[in-house]
């Protein structure tokens, strides 16, 4: 922008007293950065910097009713009081959990990084057939859960990490890279659980995925992947390996599977551990998901 000559006095935006300074305003822009600085005029130096960009978090949760309809009736948005209904609130409250984590340890202000806002449906149904739908998924738009999915907070994170990814690293979700991609979602997942105040945070159930989904329970263990059938390292027999990875039922070349292996990699690296022969010292949740962070984007 076009500097401004102007009297600039930062105690007055402090709540203190300080010196008046005689000061050079400019506004930098780009696409993602709105900086305000003042620079004072006779030596030089930055007296102040700050973004006027505002970072705000922007749910809004909807019910299709049972039905496919996307996005279905807005049943709550952004400031709105709680409605009494489970998955409705569930998908507010964990869907702001998930936005917060992201922000405050990554700086990243929603999924894509430029404030959009968080959709979340509950009650989904792709069919009559197919109700209650025992599953969620990210649509590349929104978050989609059938009944009861939203209540698990780690699942609501894992959704809409898969919006991240997909505005990052963009792993398709096939083969080694859709492994990656699950193993992401299941890493953040699984870190929001942790550090928020929803869900069950038991030392029993450290490291489960999904323990809060009403009548179905953890689906994966990241620090024990076998126990559900998934590998903890690349030679366990559990490692999906196929000739013909993408035929009916083989989950794309194991994305659900094989990523207990990035999965049990994160656990270490949090708690330490020993395994395979090795002794590992954990760094804790915010080192951990720093690397992960950085290593994803």
């Known amino acids: 922008g076009t500097p401004q000559l102007e009297i600039f006095n ?7 007293q300080a010196p008046s300074r005689l000061a050079w305003f400019i506004e930098a822009t780009k696409i993602d950065v709105r900086e305000w600085i003042w620079v004072d005029a006779q030596r030089g130096a930055v007296l102040l910097h700050f973004s006027q960009l505002t970072d705000a978090r922007n749910r809004q949760v909807h019910d299709t009713n049972s039905s496919a309809i996307l996005p279905g009736t807005l049943v709550r948005s952004e400031g ?12 507010y409250d964990f869907s702001g959990d998930t936005y917060d984590y992201f922000l405050t340890q990554h700086g990243r202000d929603s999924y894509d990084g430029a404030g959009a806002p968080l959709i979340s449906t509950v009650d989904f149904c792709p069919s009559p057939s197919e109700c209650p739908y025992v599953n969620a998924f990210w649509n590349g738009t929104q978050m989609v859960y059938g009944a009861g999915f939203s209540r698990a907070d780690d699942v609501d994170a894992h959704e809409l990490t898969h919006a991240v990814t997909e505005k990052s690293a963009s792993l398709v979700y096939y083969m080694q890279s859709g492994a990656l991609n699950e193993s992401f979602s299941d890493i953040f ?11 069950t945070d038991t030392a029993a159930v450290r490291w489960q995925l999904a323990e809060d989904l009403p009548g179905i329970g953890a689906i994966r263990n990241m620090m024990d992947p076998t126990l559900f059938n998934d590998p903890g390292k690349v030679s366990d027999s559990q490692f999906f390996c196929d000739s013909n990875p993408g035929a009916s039922g083989h989950d794309l070349g194991g994305v659900h599977t094989n990523s207990g292996v990035p999965n049990h990699a994160y656990a270490l690296t949090v708690d330490g551990g020993t395994y395979n022969g090795q002794t590992v010292t954990g760094i804790g949740l915010i080192k951990a998901g720093k690397i992960q962070y950085r290593t994803l984007v």
């Open 80 to 91: 709105g009081a709680a409605t009494g209904d489970l998955d409705t609130d569930a998908a």
């Open 189 to 199: 997942g699984e870190t929001v659980d942790l550090m928020n105040t929803g869900g």
């Open 10 to 16: 930062q105690g007055l935006l402090e709540g203190r």
